[in-house]
């Protein structure tokens, strides 16, 4: 069963179609079967295409083979099985496509935002950012943020294996072979 559809007044019928093209084709078929009478048909203004946007079909619940029962056996043995019918709701493929489209609006404003900050680059007007890492790489002025805490500029000296970590305010800052969660880092960007 597709997600198009068109309305035939004349046999009173919705017939399905995997594409729009094709349901606006039978409703054409239909305007043309309306044309051919002596006068137009009363239904000629029923005729009718279009999109199905929420679909629910029936669909066997319950079913139970005839032996299966609790008897054993079946009340009418003109019958394989027992079932019932309930209804099942198709995803409604326009939630996708408003996702897809939601998605991309987001991506054109990172790329509008990140234009803007290239512009500002290039112009003067701004230093390129610094992303933040676990730990120092290197030695240098670094940032040190705990959670939601102000930054604090530290001085990192020393290599990979035996850094030493001082605050730039004095204040001694211990500083663990490993990184500490919650604890990011942002170099310095010295400009000359």
């Not at 295409?49 to 029962?69: H, S, T």
């Not at 930054?151 to 072979?177: F, I, K, Q, W």
């Amino acid at each position: 069963m597709g997600r198009f559809y068109a309305f035939d007044p004349f046999d009173g019928c919705h017939k399905t179609f995997s594409t729009a093209e094709a349901a606006e084709a039978e409703a054409h078929a239909c305007i043309e079967y309306g044309r051919d009478r002596d006068r137009w048909p009363e239904e000629t203004d029923q005729i009718e295409w279009g999109m199905l946007v929420q679909l629910g079909r029936a669909q066997q619940v319950n079913r139970v083979e005839a032996a299966d029962d609790d008897t054993g056996r079946c009340a009418r043995e003109d019958l394989a099985y027992l079932c019932d019918y309930g209804l099942t709701v198709e995803p409604n493929p326009l939630d996708a496509a408003e996702r897809e489209r939601d998605d991309a609006r987001a991506e054109v404003e990172t790329l509008r935002a990140e234009a803007a900050l290239l512009r500002e680059i290039i112009e003067g007007r701004t230093t390129p950012p610094i992303p933040h890492v676990a730990a120092p790489t290197c030695p240098g002025l670094w940032w040190r943020q705990s959670g939601t805490q102000e930054p604090v500029l530290c001085n990192v000296t020393g290599n990979a294996t035996e850094m030493v970590v001082e605050r730039v305010d004095g204040v001694e800052v211990s500083y663990p072979a490993r990184p500490i969660a919650g604890v990011r880092w942002r170099r310095v960007e010295v400009t000359p």
